[in-house]
């Protein structure tokens, strides 16, 4: 199997995403779980936690992005732990080391990597950020953009160089240089975070549009 033809994530929510859980926790989650006049994607009663897959939307709509942080209060205020996967990660070791937490094992890990991906080698991977999608960060609202910023700030290191990496590629050979058409330009903390130099210790995952450093 090419690199290349290894599936990504970002897509089903429903379809994958409870099947990456399923690797890491014994607990059942169910799928669409009403809180009031709020769903939750997925929910375990036992370990008082929910999932959210935050799509697009929670980027470019403003009635979502304020809509989640209800949400997310009226959880809290029930002692429910929110966890979010935005759309652009991966599966890499440190996402789910980060967002799994003590639940997270190596073992698990490569579990998952070779039933999901049909590798035991993470590097053959897709990286976490933007590679055919169009929905790319253009799209994005003022909020949605704090969003994304935020979360890359508090996240691991590597992510926020693989996404980077994977947008500065996505400029160059979707845009043909046009960036505005695939990053907010207009905006100056993203534009902050965009022109940082990229860390290569990062880098060796397959980046769809351009190479594996």
Known sequence: MKPSD???????????????????????????????????????????????YDGIQHYSVIQKIESDKRKNKLLEGEGIKVVRWPYYYMPTKDTCK?????????????????????????????????????????NFIWPGIDKFINELDIGPSSITHQVRHSLKLYCQKRAKDNSKIVIPTYHEKFMEFFNRDDDAVYLDLVYRNGFKT
Do not use: C, W
């Open 98 to 138: 980060y967002i799994f937490q003590d639940h997270y094992s190596d073992q698990k890990f490569l579990s998952m990597l070779k039933t999901m991906f049909g590798t035991d080698n993470e590097s053959e991977m897709s990286s976490p950020g933007f590679h055919t999608t169009a929905n790319i960060p253009a």
């Open 6 to 52: 290894i599936g990504i994530l970002p897509g089903r929510k429903r379809g994958n995403f409870d099947e990456l859980l399923s690797f890491f926790y014994d607990t059942q989650f169910q799928k669409e779980m009403k809180f009031g006049r709020f769903k939750v994607d997925f929910y375990s009663e036992e370990m008082k936690l929910a999932f959210e």
